[in-house]
């Protein structure tokens, strides 16, 4: 069971720490750790955000455990080089096209929702995001017209295949869940997200036992705030979900919260290959400052000990011990405490 970890930029290293701490106390055997370079920081020893030797070791990895990348010092890069793209390269190369991104209400922290805490209260939802393709990896130019006008395009596409295999991991999820599958897009205006819808369609009739209904992205994000309750599984493309997950993580109370699996079709001795990080990125503004919360990472090192190393168990239990530590007041200062982070790992790890 070989992890290959990934910390990155900002606050990226800072909640991998505390994830590993979990991660040792519970001494799994044959769990081996191995660290790589990725990102910023990648870029300042190789001269790539994803240099060739990190690559390997993703590839050697039965899963990977990602921190953060991104560092405002680089923003001016040409694209190629920018510390995002080692994460954009690590999910395309590796055929990681379905991005699951739970989230649920943890009791005791219904006051900390962006939302009222009555309407917080009922939220269990699943984003099953698209993440191989879209406006994200389509042709891109930033040009000079003819008439000295700057232009800067992306071009927009899925096809039916690329729209198929996610629709078919959301309807899935849907069965394993309350059996209510929900397809976000802008069909009444995109092409891209006709086409989407038409397969999705198409998709539904292999699951007569899911309910599924279609959703312009746009209400989608008002009936995220409105009545989140009402979601069980929410499958849309790669760049609604982007933005529709970190919108989620508000209405249960912080991004320090959320966690995501990263996840294709190929399989390891133990289990599904997967890449599991926080949704949220390096935090620049708060990076270096141990005020970062760790909550998402460790949560998402239970989502990769369950889908890649069938360790249900020990992914349950660190999940109670994260719900333990919110329902027994601990708090970072995203959720409006003081709890620093590895106050929060030892917190975590005092109820594993
Ligand atoms: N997967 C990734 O690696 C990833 C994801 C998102 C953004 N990014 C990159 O991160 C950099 C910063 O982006 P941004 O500011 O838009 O988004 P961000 O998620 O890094 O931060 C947004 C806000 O949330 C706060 N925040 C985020 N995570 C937190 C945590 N664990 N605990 C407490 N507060 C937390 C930050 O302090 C900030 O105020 C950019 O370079 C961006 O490209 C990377
Ligand atoms: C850093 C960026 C490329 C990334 C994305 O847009 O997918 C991030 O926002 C995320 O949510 O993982
Ligand atoms: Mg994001």
């Given at each position: 069971m070989k992890v290959a970890l990934l910390p990155g930029d900002g606050i990226g290293p800072e909640v991998i720490r505390e994830a590993v701490r979990v991660l040792e106390a519970l001494e799994l055997p044959g769990l081996t750790l191995f660290e790589g370079d990725v990102g910023a920081a990648a870029y300042r020893r190789h001269g790539h955000p994803l240099p060739a030797e990190t690559l390997e070791m993703a590839w050697a990895a039965d899963a990977i455990l990602f921190g953060a990348?991104?560092?405002?010092?680089?923003?001016?890069?040409?694209?190629?080089?920018?510390?995002?793209?080692?994460?954009?390269?690590?999910?395309?190369?590796?055929?990681?096209f379905a991005n699951l991104r739970p989230a649920r209400t943890f009791a005791g922290l219904e006051d900390m929702s962006a939302l009222r805490p009555?309407?917080?209260?009922?939220?269990?939802?699943?984003?099953?995001?698209?993440?191989n393709g879209d406006v994200y990896f389509g042709d891109k130019a930033l040009e000079m017209l003819p008439d000295g006008r700057r232009r800067g395009w992306d071009m927009m596409s899925y096809a039916e295949d690329e729209v198929r295999r996610i629709a078919h991991v959301a309807f899935r999820a849907a069965q394993g869940r309350k059996g209510r599958l929900c397809s976000v897009d802008k069909a009444n205006v995109l092409e891209t997200s006709q086409l989407w819808r038409d397969v999705v369609g198409e998709v539904a009739g292999d699951y007569p036992g899911v309910a599924l209904e279609h959703m312009y992205v746009d209400n989608a994000a008002m009936q995220l705030v409105r009545d989140p309750g009402r979601?069980?599984?929410?499958?849309?493309?790669?760049?609604?979900?982007?933005?529709?997950?970190?919108?989620?993580?508000?209405?249960?109370?912080?991004i320090g919260l959320l966690a995501s699996a990263a996840l294709g079709d190929r399989q390891t001795a133990f289990g599904t290959f997967g890449l599991?990080?926080?949704?949220?990125?390096?935090?620049?503004?708060?990076?270096?400052?141990?005020?970062?919360?760790?909550?998402?990472t460790i949560l998402s090192a239970a989502m990769m000990l369950r889908h890649s190393f069938a360790r249900e168990v020990e992914a349950a239990r660190i999940e109670a011990a994260v719900a333990r530590s919110l329902a027994e007041g601990v708090r970072g200062g995203d959720l409006g405490g003081s709890a620093g982070t590895a106050a929060i790992g030892d917190a975590i790890l005092q109820r594993l």
């Open positions: 990348v991104g560092d405002p010092s680089f923003d001016g890069l040409e694209r190629a080089l920018r510390p995002e793209q080692a994460i954009l390269g690590l999910r395309s190369e590796l055929g990681l009555e309407i917080a209260a009922r939220i269990d939802l699943l984003i099953v995001r698209e993440l979601f069980d599984v929410i499958v849309t493309g790669n760049l609604f979900g982007d933005i529709l997950s970190d919108q989620a993580s508000m209405c249960v109370g912080s599991y990080e926080p949704i949220h990125g390096s935090a620049p503004d708060i990076a270096g400052q141990g005020k970062a919360n760790p909550m998402a």
